[in-house]
């Protein structure tokens, strides 16, 4: 177990980028002897309409997770079409590629230990009224297109997801103040290899 996280720890601190695209490559970092994994939450127009971003955000936040890259931008119709291509033989997907491009969405990247497992609890399932009382879409959503976020499924995905919507240089790693006390010590210690 120790070798492993010691290999991880090697690995991470490569920082790959893609020199053609300035993008990174990875999710998974190392920086203050804890993994952790990177994942990419997209606050959707009606979330920014309704005046719920900052609610989003710090439910977050609260969690334990850690804001890496954030960003307001209004999604070009390209991005959105190699966004949800999964979608498109779907009869919605010109209306979910309008309503995405309608006004500006906010991007996040979001750190932390199973950071990608983690969001999509704390969002909840696709349609909001299904999504249990206490999730994001639970409390905030009745609808499967006006779902108030989009969270990477997996960190395959998730990878890709940053490397489409981030550039490098707009991430950021830093130590959050509160670290010692969102993982016990027996989690930090294993991570680092001690």
């Not at 990174?24 to 203050?32: A, K, R, S």
């Not at 010109?94 to 969001?119: Q, T």
């Not at 989009?150 to 550039?167: D, L, M, Q």
Request: proline share 3%.
């Amino acid at each position: 177990m120790r070798e492993k996280h010691a290999k991880a720890k090697k690995e991470s601190k490569k920082g790959k980028v893609d020199s053609e695209s300035n993008r990174t490559e990875e999710v998974m970092l190392q920086g203050d002897g804890m993994p952790k994994e990177r994942t990419l939450v997209i606050i959707k127009p009606d979330a920014v309409n309704r005046a719920l971003i900052g609610e989003i955000i710090k439910r977050f936040e609260v969690k334990g997770l850690k804001v890496v890259g954030m960003k307001m931008k209004k999604l070009n119709i390209e991005e959105l079409y190699k966004h949800y291509e999964h979608h498109k033989d779907k009869p919605f997907f010109n209306e979910l590629v309008s309503f995405m491009a309608s006004i500006p969405s906010v991007l996040l990247v979001l750190e932390g230990k199973e950071a990608v497992a983690v969001v999509r609890r704390m969002v909840g399932p696709t349609l909001g009224r299904e999504a249990m009382p206490g999730t994001i879409r639970g409390d905030f959503s009745m609808s499967i297109q006006c779902n108030v976020v989009h969270a990477s499924e997996n960190v395959e995905i998730a990878k890709k997801e940053i490397n489409r919507f981030f550039k490098k240089e707009e991430l950021y790693d830093y130590n959050r103040i509160d670290f010692e006390w969102v993982y016990a010590e027996r989690e930090r210690k294993i991570a680092s290899g001690k």
